[in-house]
């Protein structure tokens, strides 16, 4: 590992070590129990790193997050994990990454997660990943950012919640422009599609 930050310290963010854009993995603390979302986990992270992208994710070596980090740095990628200090004593933190921080609090976690990422994916995962991934399109639809979000739908994993999320445009909770924004992707090549014109990281105003 390159660099661990104690952000518990109130140490202001450093000068990121990073070059590469950083693509915003949201997945589980745990592997799921089918091969097949491990597999399709870590064979889009070699495909993002082997594509020049970064990873910035929660900062864990179990489950998919382990796995996804793992795999961008065994092919040439950086790694930047966020991970609140009271998180170490559920989820190890990974010691192979570009850069660690050390955070406060969840909310530290995914603001500074926000701000370095250039697009976000959420991979099949549980409660965290949900949260992350509706919280970030909540911010694409307040206008605080228009950065590519992503549903990886890996063995149908998330129909019912697109179905979810096309019943509350039906019942006219969600505008259908902000249903749209959330991509559906069952295959990598339909991420790497998306991502393939990404600009320098934008500013996330939270």
């Known amino acids: 590992m390159n660099s661990v930050v ?25 592997s799921g129990n089918k091969p097949v979302y491990q597999e399709k986990a870590v064979a889009l992270a ?6 020049g992208f970064g990873l910035v994710y929660g900062g864990a070596s179990i489950g998919l997050m382990g796995q996804v980090a793992d795999a961008v ?7 930047v994990g ?11 933190a990974h010691h192979r990454l570009t850069e660690l921080h050390i955070v ?7 603001a500074l997660m926000a701000e370095r ?6 991979l099949p995962g549980g409660l965290g990943t949900f949260e992350e ?17 992503m549903l990886y739908n890996v063995n149908g994993f998330y129909d019912a919640l697109i179905a979810q999320l096309d019943h509350a445009v039906t019942e006219g909770f ?13 295959h990598a090549d339909e991420i790497l599609t998306a991502l393939h014109n990404l600009d320098a990281p934008q500013h996330v105003a939270i």
């Open 174 to 186: 969600l505008p259908p422009q902000h249903r749209a924004k959330l991509i559906i992707c069952n």
């Open 73 to 79: 740095v065994d092919h040439g990628g950086e790694t």
């Open 46 to 51: 070699r495909r993002l790193a082997e594509n």
């Open 133 to 149: 991934i509706l919280e970030i399109a909540t911010w694409g639809q307040l206008n605080q950012h228009q950065k590519p979000m």
């Open 117 to 122: 990422a250039s697009a976000f994916v959420a």
């Open 104 to 110: 406060h609090s969840m909310h530290e976690r995914k």
């Open 6 to 30: 104690k952000m518990t310290d109130n140490l202001k963010h450093p000068s990121p070590k990073t070059t590469q854009p950083l693509i915003a993995l949201y997945c589980g603390s745990r």
């Open 82 to 92: 966020v991970i609140p200090e009271f998180m170490l004593d559920y989820e190890i």
